[in-house]
Protein backbone atom coordinates (compact mmCIF):
# COMPACT_ATOMS: atom_id res chain seq x y z
CA UNK A 1 0.00 0.00 0.00
CA UNK A 2 1.35 3.68 -0.95
CA UNK A 3 2.11 5.83 2.20
CA UNK A 4 1.70 9.29 2.53
CA UNK A 5 5.51 9.62 2.06
CA UNK A 6 5.26 8.21 -1.39
CA UNK A 7 2.69 11.16 -2.12
CA UNK A 8 5.05 13.86 -0.50
CA UNK A 9 7.60 12.87 -2.53
CA UNK A 10 5.04 12.90 -5.87
CA UNK A 11 4.11 16.20 -4.80
CA UNK A 12 7.55 17.60 -4.71
CA UNK A 13 8.38 16.02 -8.31
CA UNK A 14 5.32 16.99 -9.90
CA UNK A 15 5.42 20.80 -8.51
CA UNK A 16 6.57 22.32 -11.48
CA UNK A 17 4.42 20.68 -14.23
CA UNK A 18 1.24 21.15 -12.54
CA UNK A 19 -0.94 24.10 -11.08
CA UNK A 20 -2.11 23.84 -7.45
CA UNK A 21 -5.42 24.54 -7.86
CA UNK A 22 -7.37 26.53 -6.26
CA UNK A 23 -9.86 24.76 -3.68
CA UNK A 24 -12.64 27.32 -2.47
CA UNK A 25 -15.91 27.53 -0.98
CA UNK A 26 -19.30 28.20 -3.22
CA UNK A 27 -21.26 30.49 -1.25
CA UNK A 28 -24.37 29.95 -3.31
CA UNK A 29 -24.03 25.87 -3.59
CA UNK A 30 -23.56 26.24 -0.07
CA UNK A 31 -26.88 27.89 0.64
CA UNK A 32 -28.28 25.40 -1.71
CA UNK A 33 -27.02 22.30 -0.79
CA UNK A 34 -27.36 22.99 3.37
CA UNK A 35 -23.31 22.49 3.72
CA UNK A 36 -20.08 24.36 3.34
CA UNK A 37 -19.59 23.32 0.17
CA UNK A 38 -15.64 23.78 -0.99
CA UNK A 39 -14.78 22.81 -4.85
CA UNK A 40 -11.07 21.93 -5.60
CA UNK A 41 -11.15 23.06 -9.25
CA UNK A 42 -8.63 20.26 -10.88
CA UNK A 43 -10.21 21.12 -13.90
CA UNK A 44 -7.83 23.95 -14.62
CA UNK A 45 -5.10 21.43 -15.22
CA UNK A 46 -3.45 22.19 -18.25
CA UNK A 47 -5.44 19.30 -19.96
CA UNK A 48 -8.65 19.99 -17.76
CA UNK A 49 -8.32 16.75 -15.30
CA UNK A 50 -6.69 15.50 -12.37
CA UNK A 51 -4.86 12.86 -14.51
CA UNK A 52 -1.85 14.88 -15.06
CA UNK A 53 -0.65 14.44 -11.13
CA UNK A 54 -0.21 10.68 -11.80
CA UNK A 55 0.57 10.74 -15.31
CA UNK A 56 3.88 13.56 -14.64
CA UNK A 57 4.78 11.28 -11.39
CA UNK A 58 5.23 8.14 -13.30
CA UNK A 59 6.91 9.34 -16.28
CA UNK A 60 9.30 11.41 -14.61
CA UNK A 61 10.19 8.01 -12.47
CA UNK A 62 10.12 6.22 -15.45
CA UNK A 63 13.15 8.86 -16.83
CA UNK A 64 14.88 9.00 -13.77
CA UNK A 65 15.61 5.07 -13.93
CA UNK A 66 17.83 6.04 -17.34
CA UNK A 67 16.73 4.85 -20.77
CA UNK A 68 13.45 4.58 -21.69
CA UNK A 69 12.11 4.04 -25.12
CA UNK A 70 9.04 5.14 -24.89
CA UNK A 71 5.65 4.83 -22.85
CA UNK A 72 2.39 2.99 -24.22
CA UNK A 73 -1.22 3.84 -23.10
CA UNK A 74 -4.45 3.03 -22.90
CA UNK A 75 -7.28 5.09 -22.83
CA UNK A 76 -10.17 6.90 -24.48
CA UNK A 77 -10.16 10.13 -22.45
CA UNK A 78 -8.05 12.10 -19.84
CA UNK A 79 -5.60 9.65 -19.28
CA UNK A 80 -4.92 10.08 -22.95
CA UNK A 81 -4.47 13.42 -22.97
CA UNK A 82 -2.20 13.70 -19.77
CA UNK A 83 0.16 11.10 -20.92
CA UNK A 84 0.23 12.69 -24.32
CA UNK A 85 0.93 16.35 -22.83
CA UNK A 86 3.77 15.19 -19.96
CA UNK A 87 5.75 12.80 -22.37
CA UNK A 88 6.03 15.27 -25.25
CA UNK A 89 7.02 17.88 -22.70
CA UNK A 90 9.89 15.35 -21.45
CA UNK A 91 10.80 14.45 -24.68
CA UNK A 92 9.10 11.03 -24.34
CA UNK A 93 7.93 8.92 -27.37
CA UNK A 94 3.89 8.34 -26.43
CA UNK A 95 1.48 5.77 -28.18
CA UNK A 96 -2.04 5.79 -27.05
CA UNK A 97 -4.26 2.93 -27.92
CA UNK A 98 -7.76 4.16 -28.23
CA UNK A 99 -11.36 1.96 -29.85
CA UNK A 100 -12.05 2.42 -33.24
CA UNK A 101 -15.07 4.39 -32.29
CA UNK A 102 -13.45 6.60 -30.05
CA UNK A 103 -14.78 10.70 -31.21
CA UNK A 104 -12.76 11.98 -32.98
CA UNK A 105 -12.18 15.39 -31.42
CA UNK A 106 -10.82 13.27 -28.43
CA UNK A 107 -8.00 11.80 -31.04
CA UNK A 108 -7.34 15.02 -32.57
CA UNK A 109 -6.76 16.14 -29.09
CA UNK A 110 -4.29 13.65 -28.27
CA UNK A 111 -2.33 13.98 -31.50
CA UNK A 112 -2.18 17.50 -30.89
CA UNK A 113 -1.05 16.95 -27.52
CA UNK A 114 2.03 15.18 -28.83
CA UNK A 115 1.36 11.46 -28.73
CA UNK A 116 0.67 8.64 -32.02
CA UNK A 117 -2.53 7.30 -31.24
CA UNK A 118 -3.55 4.06 -32.40
CA UNK A 119 -7.36 3.12 -33.05
CA UNK A 120 -7.83 -0.88 -32.24
CA UNK A 121 -10.32 -2.70 -30.74
CA UNK A 122 -14.30 -1.98 -30.65
CA UNK A 123 -14.17 -1.64 -26.44
CA UNK A 124 -11.89 -0.57 -24.00
CA UNK A 125 -10.75 -4.12 -23.13
CA UNK A 126 -9.95 -5.44 -26.56
CA UNK A 127 -7.67 -1.95 -26.47
CA UNK A 128 -6.24 -2.47 -23.44
CA UNK A 129 -4.79 -5.99 -24.47
CA UNK A 130 -3.50 -4.54 -27.81
CA UNK A 131 -1.35 -1.80 -25.36
CA UNK A 132 0.04 -4.52 -23.70
CA UNK A 133 1.14 -6.32 -26.06
CA UNK A 134 2.75 -3.45 -28.27
CA UNK A 135 4.40 -2.51 -24.75
CA UNK A 136 6.04 -5.88 -24.96
CA UNK A 137 7.16 -5.88 -28.26
CA UNK A 138 8.55 -2.27 -28.84
CA UNK A 139 9.90 -2.64 -25.11
CA UNK A 140 7.83 0.19 -24.25
CA UNK A 141 6.51 0.80 -20.27
CA UNK A 142 3.09 0.43 -20.14
CA UNK A 143 1.43 3.38 -17.78
CA UNK A 144 -1.95 2.05 -16.37
CA UNK A 145 -4.68 4.54 -15.96
CA UNK A 146 -5.16 3.66 -12.37
CA UNK A 147 -3.52 0.18 -11.03
CA UNK A 148 -0.36 1.92 -9.93
CA UNK A 149 1.49 2.84 -6.66
CA UNK A 150 2.79 5.87 -8.49
CA UNK A 151 -0.50 6.89 -10.26
CA UNK A 152 -2.19 6.54 -7.12
CA UNK A 153 0.71 8.69 -5.51
CA UNK A 154 0.56 11.09 -7.94
CA UNK A 155 -3.56 11.56 -7.81
CA UNK A 156 -3.26 11.51 -3.47
CA UNK A 157 -1.65 15.22 -4.02
CA UNK A 158 -5.05 16.87 -4.20
CA UNK A 159 -5.85 15.88 -0.91
CA UNK A 160 -2.73 17.28 0.18
CA UNK A 161 -3.33 20.51 -1.27
CA UNK A 162 -7.19 20.09 -0.39
CA UNK A 163 -5.80 20.08 3.57
CA UNK A 164 -2.98 22.50 3.56
CA UNK A 165 -5.61 24.83 2.15
CA UNK A 166 -8.80 24.10 3.78
CA UNK A 167 -7.67 22.03 7.01
CA UNK A 168 -10.50 21.94 8.79
CA UNK A 169 -12.52 20.20 6.40
CA UNK A 170 -15.29 17.16 7.56
CA UNK A 171 -15.69 15.27 4.90
CA UNK A 172 -14.20 14.78 1.44
CA UNK A 173 -16.33 13.26 -1.52
CA UNK A 174 -14.23 11.62 -4.54
CA UNK A 175 -15.34 9.97 -8.21
CA UNK A 176 -14.70 6.51 -8.12
CA UNK A 177 -13.62 4.49 -11.19
CA UNK A 178 -10.79 2.60 -11.21
CA UNK A 179 -10.05 4.16 -8.00
CA UNK A 180 -6.23 5.66 -8.52
CA UNK A 181 -7.81 9.11 -7.08
CA UNK A 182 -9.86 8.05 -4.38
CA UNK A 183 -7.35 5.11 -3.30
CA UNK A 184 -4.32 8.12 -3.18
CA UNK A 185 -6.07 10.94 -1.67
CA UNK A 186 -7.53 8.68 0.83
CA UNK A 187 -4.30 7.29 2.04
CA UNK A 188 -3.08 11.23 2.34
CA UNK A 189 -6.48 12.51 3.83
CA UNK A 190 -6.70 9.69 6.82
CA UNK A 191 -2.62 9.91 7.50
CA UNK A 192 -2.75 14.10 7.66
CA UNK A 193 -6.26 14.30 9.09
CA UNK A 194 -7.52 10.82 10.72
CA UNK A 195 -10.82 12.62 12.06
CA UNK A 196 -11.78 13.00 7.83
CA UNK A 197 -14.42 11.12 6.56
CA UNK A 198 -13.65 10.18 2.74
CA UNK A 199 -16.61 9.14 0.80
CA UNK A 200 -16.33 7.59 -2.83
CA UNK A 201 -19.19 8.37 -5.50
CA UNK A 202 -20.25 6.12 -8.52
CA UNK A 203 -23.01 6.13 -10.95
CA UNK A 204 -25.55 3.87 -10.46
CA UNK A 205 -25.33 2.20 -13.44
CA UNK A 206 -21.59 1.34 -12.88
CA UNK A 207 -21.84 0.40 -9.04
CA UNK A 208 -18.60 -2.11 -9.07
CA UNK A 209 -16.77 -0.41 -6.19
CA UNK A 210 -19.35 -0.61 -4.08
CA UNK A 211 -20.74 -4.04 -5.17
CA UNK A 212 -17.56 -5.83 -4.70
CA UNK A 213 -17.59 -3.91 -1.10
CA UNK A 214 -20.29 -5.61 -0.28
CA UNK A 215 -20.00 -8.88 -1.39
CA UNK A 216 -23.11 -8.40 -4.25
CA UNK A 217 -22.23 -9.53 -7.66
CA UNK A 218 -21.07 -6.65 -10.09
CA UNK A 219 -23.44 -5.06 -12.24
CA UNK A 220 -22.20 -2.64 -14.45
CA UNK A 221 -23.84 -1.38 -17.63
CA UNK A 222 -25.19 0.94 -19.70
CA UNK A 223 -25.47 4.30 -20.71
CA UNK A 224 -23.91 7.09 -18.26
CA UNK A 225 -23.17 10.27 -18.52
CA UNK A 226 -20.05 9.85 -16.08
CA UNK A 227 -18.19 8.27 -18.47
CA UNK A 228 -15.15 8.41 -17.25
CA UNK A 229 -16.04 6.61 -13.82
CA UNK A 230 -18.06 3.68 -16.22
CA UNK A 231 -15.37 1.14 -15.11
CA UNK A 232 -16.38 -2.40 -14.82
CA UNK A 233 -13.70 -3.60 -13.05
CA UNK A 234 -11.73 -1.24 -10.53
CA UNK A 235 -7.88 -1.71 -9.95
CA UNK A 236 -6.26 -4.89 -8.09
CA UNK A 237 -4.24 -2.42 -6.23
CA UNK A 238 -6.79 -0.06 -6.02
CA UNK A 239 -9.24 -2.07 -4.58
CA UNK A 240 -7.73 -3.11 -0.87
CA UNK A 241 -6.66 0.98 -0.30
CA UNK A 242 -10.07 1.47 -0.58
CA UNK A 243 -11.79 -1.29 1.56
CA UNK A 244 -9.01 -0.07 3.93
CA UNK A 245 -9.06 3.65 4.03
CA UNK A 246 -12.77 4.66 2.39
CA UNK A 247 -15.31 5.29 4.96
CA UNK A 248 -18.38 4.98 2.51
CA UNK A 249 -19.27 4.58 -0.76
CA UNK A 250 -22.74 6.56 -2.70
CA UNK A 251 -24.12 5.72 -5.71
CA UNK A 252 -25.66 8.70 -7.90
CA UNK A 253 -28.12 9.02 -10.48
CA UNK A 254 -28.07 10.43 -13.90
CA UNK A 255 -30.56 13.11 -13.09
CA UNK A 256 -28.41 14.03 -10.03
CA UNK A 257 -25.22 14.36 -11.97
CA UNK A 258 -26.83 16.23 -14.67
CA UNK A 259 -28.23 19.19 -12.31
CA UNK A 260 -24.52 19.18 -11.02
CA UNK A 261 -23.29 19.52 -14.27
CA UNK A 262 -25.55 22.71 -14.58
CA UNK A 263 -25.20 24.06 -10.96
CA UNK A 264 -21.83 24.40 -12.23
CA UNK A 265 -22.09 26.11 -15.29
CA UNK A 266 -24.92 28.11 -14.34
CA UNK A 267 -23.64 29.01 -10.58
CA UNK A 268 -19.85 28.79 -10.55
CA UNK A 269 -19.59 29.09 -14.55
CA UNK A 270 -17.22 26.97 -15.39
CA UNK A 271 -17.40 23.32 -17.09
CA UNK A 272 -17.73 20.02 -15.74
CA UNK A 273 -17.89 16.84 -17.58
CA UNK A 274 -20.25 14.26 -15.94
CA UNK A 275 -17.69 12.30 -13.93
CA UNK A 276 -16.43 15.61 -12.90
CA UNK A 277 -19.77 16.61 -11.38
CA UNK A 278 -19.97 13.19 -9.66
CA UNK A 279 -19.17 14.65 -6.09
CA UNK A 280 -21.42 17.35 -6.33
CA UNK A 281 -24.14 15.40 -7.38
CA UNK A 282 -23.71 12.89 -3.97
CA UNK A 283 -24.45 16.21 -1.82
CA UNK A 284 -27.24 17.14 -4.22
CA UNK A 285 -28.88 13.73 -3.88
CA UNK A 286 -27.74 12.61 -0.38
CA UNK A 287 -27.92 16.28 1.47
CA UNK A 288 -28.87 14.92 4.40
CA UNK A 289 -25.17 13.25 5.02
CA UNK A 290 -23.80 16.33 4.08
CA UNK A 291 -25.81 18.71 5.96
CA UNK A 292 -23.81 21.17 8.10
CA UNK A 293 -20.64 20.54 7.71
CA UNK A 294 -17.48 21.01 5.39
CA UNK A 295 -17.08 19.43 2.44
CA UNK A 296 -14.51 19.34 0.27
CA UNK A 297 -15.83 17.95 -3.57
CA UNK A 298 -13.06 17.33 -6.16
CA UNK A 299 -14.17 18.54 -9.89
CA UNK A 300 -11.87 16.22 -11.17
CA UNK A 301 -12.27 17.19 -15.07
CA UNK A 302 -14.15 19.34 -17.74
CA UNK A 303 -13.74 17.53 -20.88
CA UNK A 304 -16.83 17.34 -21.77
CA UNK A 305 -18.76 17.20 -25.47
CA UNK A 306 -20.12 20.18 -26.19
CA UNK A 307 -23.49 18.74 -27.90
CA UNK A 308 -23.70 16.60 -24.57
CA UNK A 309 -23.08 20.12 -22.54
CA UNK A 310 -26.40 21.94 -24.51
CA UNK A 311 -28.56 18.98 -24.67
CA UNK A 312 -28.13 19.01 -20.53
CA UNK A 313 -28.39 22.76 -20.30
CA UNK A 314 -31.98 22.37 -22.25
CA UNK A 315 -33.00 19.98 -20.12
CA UNK A 316 -32.25 21.38 -16.75
CA UNK A 317 -34.46 24.18 -18.12
CA UNK A 318 -37.28 21.69 -18.81
CA UNK A 319 -37.21 20.30 -15.50
CA UNK A 320 -37.25 23.42 -14.04
CA UNK A 321 -40.13 24.42 -15.77
CA UNK A 322 -38.79 27.66 -17.88
CA UNK A 323 -39.16 25.94 -21.26
CA UNK A 324 -42.67 24.37 -21.97
CA UNK A 325 -44.40 22.38 -24.95
CA UNK A 326 -47.81 23.28 -25.66
CA UNK A 327 -50.20 21.61 -28.21
CA UNK A 328 -53.07 23.92 -29.38
CA UNK A 329 -55.69 22.80 -31.79
CA UNK A 330 -56.56 25.36 -34.41
CA UNK A 331 -58.81 26.06 -37.63
CA UNK A 332 -56.73 25.55 -40.63
CA UNK A 333 -57.34 28.76 -41.94
CA UNK A 334 -55.20 31.72 -43.09
CA UNK A 335 -53.92 34.07 -40.02
CA UNK A 336 -54.82 31.11 -37.14
CA UNK A 337 -50.79 30.69 -36.40
CA UNK A 338 -50.20 34.55 -36.09
CA UNK A 339 -53.77 34.90 -33.64
CA UNK A 340 -51.88 32.64 -31.66
CA UNK A 341 -48.19 33.57 -31.18
CA UNK A 342 -49.29 37.11 -30.65
CA UNK A 343 -51.22 35.83 -28.06
CA UNK A 344 -48.16 33.94 -26.11
CA UNK A 345 -45.74 37.20 -27.30
CA UNK A 346 -48.52 39.48 -25.57
CA UNK A 347 -48.44 37.07 -22.04
CA UNK A 348 -44.49 37.53 -22.66
CA UNK A 349 -43.50 33.96 -23.52
CA UNK A 350 -40.58 33.23 -25.67
CA UNK A 351 -41.55 31.15 -28.88
CA UNK A 352 -38.65 28.75 -29.38
CA UNK A 353 -39.81 26.25 -31.86
CA UNK A 354 -42.91 25.73 -33.70
CA UNK A 355 -44.57 22.62 -35.74
CA UNK A 356 -47.21 22.68 -37.41
CA UNK A 357 -49.23 19.79 -38.05
CA UNK A 358 -51.55 19.80 -40.80
CA UNK A 359 -50.62 15.78 -42.79
CA UNK A 360 -50.27 13.79 -39.74
CA UNK A 361 -52.74 15.45 -37.81
CA UNK A 362 -55.64 12.91 -36.11
CA UNK A 363 -58.71 15.57 -36.35
CA UNK A 364 -60.28 16.67 -38.91
CA UNK A 365 -59.22 17.90 -42.04
CA UNK A 366 -60.17 21.47 -41.96
CA UNK A 367 -58.18 21.65 -38.43
CA UNK A 368 -54.48 21.72 -37.79
CA UNK A 369 -52.42 20.88 -34.88
CA UNK A 370 -49.90 23.21 -33.53
CA UNK A 371 -46.95 22.43 -31.40
CA UNK A 372 -44.89 25.27 -29.73
CA UNK A 373 -42.15 24.94 -27.11
CA UNK A 374 -42.08 28.47 -25.30
CA UNK A 375 -39.54 29.94 -22.38
CA UNK A 376 -41.55 31.31 -19.68
CA UNK A 377 -39.95 32.66 -16.17
CA UNK A 378 -42.24 30.16 -14.28
CA UNK A 379 -44.89 27.43 -13.74
CA UNK A 380 -47.29 30.13 -12.66
CA UNK A 381 -46.36 32.49 -15.94
CA UNK A 382 -46.82 29.01 -18.06
CA UNK A 383 -50.43 28.91 -16.18
CA UNK A 384 -50.73 32.18 -17.27
CA UNK A 385 -50.44 31.27 -21.29
CA UNK A 386 -52.70 28.16 -21.08
CA UNK A 387 -55.13 30.19 -19.62
CA UNK A 388 -55.05 33.08 -21.85
CA UNK A 389 -55.14 30.71 -24.90
CA UNK A 390 -57.92 29.14 -23.44
CA UNK A 391 -60.21 32.31 -23.11
CA UNK A 392 -59.31 33.02 -26.52
CA UNK A 393 -61.68 29.61 -27.23
CA UNK A 394 -58.29 27.39 -28.20
CA UNK A 395 -57.68 23.86 -26.77
CA UNK A 396 -54.80 23.73 -25.44
CA UNK A 397 -52.61 20.65 -23.71
CA UNK A 398 -49.25 21.16 -21.95
CA UNK A 399 -47.31 17.84 -23.10
Avoid: W
Avoid at 247 to 259: F, G, N, S, Y
Avoid at 333 to 340: D, F, I, M, R, T
Avoid at 354 to 361: I, N
Amino acid sequence: MISLEHIIAAKERITSGICHTPCEISITLSQILGADVYIKYENMQFTASFKERGALNKLLLLQSKGKLNGVVAMSAGNHAKAVAYHASALGIKSIIVMPRHTPNVKVEDTIRLGAEVMLKGDTLEESANYAHQLAKESSFVFVHPYDDEDIMAGQGTVAIEMLEDIPDLDIIVVPVGGGGLIAGMSVAAKTIKPSITVIGIESDTYPSVKCLLEGQTVVAQGSTLAEGIAVKHPGEKTLPVIKAKVDEMLLVTELAIEKAVSYYINIEKCVAEGAGAASLAAIIEHSNKFSGKKVGIVLSGANIDARILSYILMRDLVHEGRIIRLQVKLDDSPGSLSKVTSLVAECDGNIIDVDHKRFFAAGPVKETTLEMIVEIRNKAHANEIVTCLCQAGYSVTQI
